[in-house]
């Protein structure tokens, strides 16, 4: 039906930059809010940035200042920048998007498969 497809994870040094990327296919009419989460081993899933159509944002204030979401309805797509990790940023971080599905108009709430983030001290 709906896919969403993350990308970008990686190993990288503390102090160092990640970009993500996330890509939704399928019977997509719209999509409204896009985002990212993360879990670290053994904590809850947390929210780290929402963007909505109008490019409106949301950060957790751990991400504050050093990361920004972006998105490409076009392509209908997502970004996450991540500049000045921290070994604490260690996480698979998870996409969620809010999709209108076609041809029904059912809103759906799909979640991507997580990509690894490891970020060494």
């Known amino acids: 039906q709906v896919q969403l497809v993350e990308s970008g994870g990686d190993l990288v040094q503390a102090g160092g930059s990640l970009r993500l990327s996330c890509a939704a296919s399928?019977?997509?009419?719209?999509?409204?809010?896009m985002g990212w989460y993360r879990q670290a081993p053994g904590k809850q899933r947390e929210l780290v940035a929402v963007?909505?159509?109008?490019?409106?944002?949301n950060y957790a204030d751990s991400g504050k200042d050093r990361f920004t979401v972006s998105r490409n309805n076009a392509k209908n797509t997502v970004y996450l920048q991540m500049n000045t990790l921290k070994p604490e940023d260690t996480a698979v971080y998870y996409c969620?998007?809010?999709?209108?599905?076609?041809?029904?108009?059912?809103?759906?709430?799909?979640w991507g498969q997580g990509t690894l983030v490891t970020v060494s001290s």
């Open positions: 963007i909505n159509t109008d490019g409106s944002t």
């Open positions: 969620k998007a809010s999709v209108v599905v076609a041809p029904t108009g059912r809103n759906l709430e799909v």
């Open positions: 399928g019977s997509i009419f719209s999509i409204n809010g």
